[in-house]
């Protein structure tokens, strides 16, 4: 399985952003997706998950903000985020769960700064 990120910028505080991730490969494997994001010299923390039959799970720093979503059919996965905070500044990460195996897209930055 293959991920492909996009959709990282620099935004000011309070501005959307929207990333995008398409899987490639072995999809049908595939049950839930989801994105992560790290700063450096920081652990990866989650920011969102969803299943394969659309329950998603979000973290607690970005509830209420953020929104996960996927197109089955396409084996894409969205993440929208409003109201962006300097704190969400972090390289974000796609992955797929397959299995017992998580596969991880490449990350793409976003800065939140005035």
């Known amino acids: 399985v293959q991920l492909q990120a996009s959709g990282g910028g620099l935004v000011q505080p309070g501005d959307s952003l929207r990333l995008s991730c398409a899987a490639s490969?072995?999809?049908?494997?595939?049950?839930?997706m989801g994105w992560y994001r790290q700063v450096l010299g920081k652990q990866r923390e989650m920011v969102a998950r969803?299943?394969?039959?659309?329950?998603?799970n979000y973290g607690d720093s970005v509830k209420g903000r953020f929104t996960i979503s996927r197109d089955n059919a396409k084996n894409t996965v969205t993440l929208q985020m409003n109201g962006l905070k300097p704190e969400d500044t972090a390289v974000y990460y796609c992955?797929?769960?397959?299995?017992?195996?998580?596969?991880w897209g490449q990350g793409t930055q976003v800065t939140v700064s005035s």
């Open positions: 969803i299943s394969r039959g659309g329950s998603s």
């Open positions: 490969g072995s999809t049908l494997g595939i049950n839930g």
């Open positions: 992955c797929a769960f397959w299995g017992s195996t998580t596969y």
